[in-house]
């Protein structure tokens, strides 16, 4: 279970996030989409410890969390960024990219381990020994999922995990993850600018705005139109007009 309470960021005088709570059962998934800007990924980041400049409260299976967080803790939580090519060591192989958390980790039959999550996420064998370059954007992703879940982790942070691919690649990606979820009983916690990805993916969401998570509501309750405040109302429209077809 991932628990927030009251959290606040700034950085200098300017604070993003102010006052921020929510709840994740483990196994569930909670979606926080809002616009740029709107404190979302900062959340997020903080959340992952790469960020240890916040106040509040953050729990993670019912402990508390500081601003330092200790191995056991990245092996049960990981994250997909956003850019897959930004976030894969260019001069790696995908091999020696999936082989690194093993490593840190202590984790023994790599072997087995990567020719398996590359099958879970939909990669041909062949890719293993290829650079990043070498791939699709697609895959790039694919194989930033497999590093992320190659440890076993209880929980995926999801940053924009969509957003930097094409349209058709969008699809696949978002079913892999919703299938992955389903199979491992994982917990997601993911942002997005894109109401129609936050819904796809989680059966919860927070909608932020400068800083605030405005409304709290079931993906159900979204998709019903049942919508109290007016930010939500904006995005959910757009969301509508960016599915009609032109």
């Not at 994250?79 to 976030?87: A, I, K, L, R, T």
């Not at 697609?138 to 995990?161: K, M």
């Not at 058709?168 to 990805?197: C, F, G, P, W």
Request: glycine share 8%.
């Amino acid at each position: 279970m991932i628990t927030l309470n009251n959290l606040r960021i700034a950085f200098g005088a300017t604070e993003v996030v102010k006052g921020v709570s929510f709840q994740v059962e483990s196994g569930g998934s909670f979606g926080i989409v809002g616009e740029s800007g709107s404190g979302k990924s900062t959340i997020l980041r903080a959340l992952a410890g790469l960020n240890d400049n916040w106040q509040g409260e953050m729990l993670f299976g019912g402990m508390a969390l500081g601003a330092k967080r200790g191995r056991d803790f990245f092996r049960q939580v990981q994250m997909v960024f956003q850019d897959p090519y930004g976030s894969l060591h260019p001069r790696q192989t995908i091999d020696r990219i999936l082989q690194e958390p093993l490593l840190v980790h202590c984790v023994d039959n790599a072997e087995q381990r990567i020719a398996k999550m590359l099958d879970d996420v939909g990669l041909p064998a062949a890719v293993r020994f290829r650079f990043p370059h070498q791939l699709s954007g697609g895959q790039r992703q694919r194989v930033a999922i497999a590093r992320a879940l190659i440890v076993e982790p209880e929980v995926l942070l999801l940053d924009e995990p969509t957003s930097a691919l094409d349209v058709s690649v969008q699809a696949e990606i978002l079913n892999l993850l919703a299938d992955i979820r389903q199979e491992r009983k994982l917990t997601y916690l993911m942002v997005s600018h894109n109401l129609a990805v936050v819904t796809h993916l989680c059966e919860q969401v927070g909608v932020m705005q400068q800083g605030e998570m405005v409304e709290s509501l079931s993906a159900e309750q979204l998709r019903a139109g049942q919508i109290q405040h007016p930010h939500t109302a904006e995005l959910y429209a757009l969301s509508i007009a960016l599915e009609e077809p032109a």
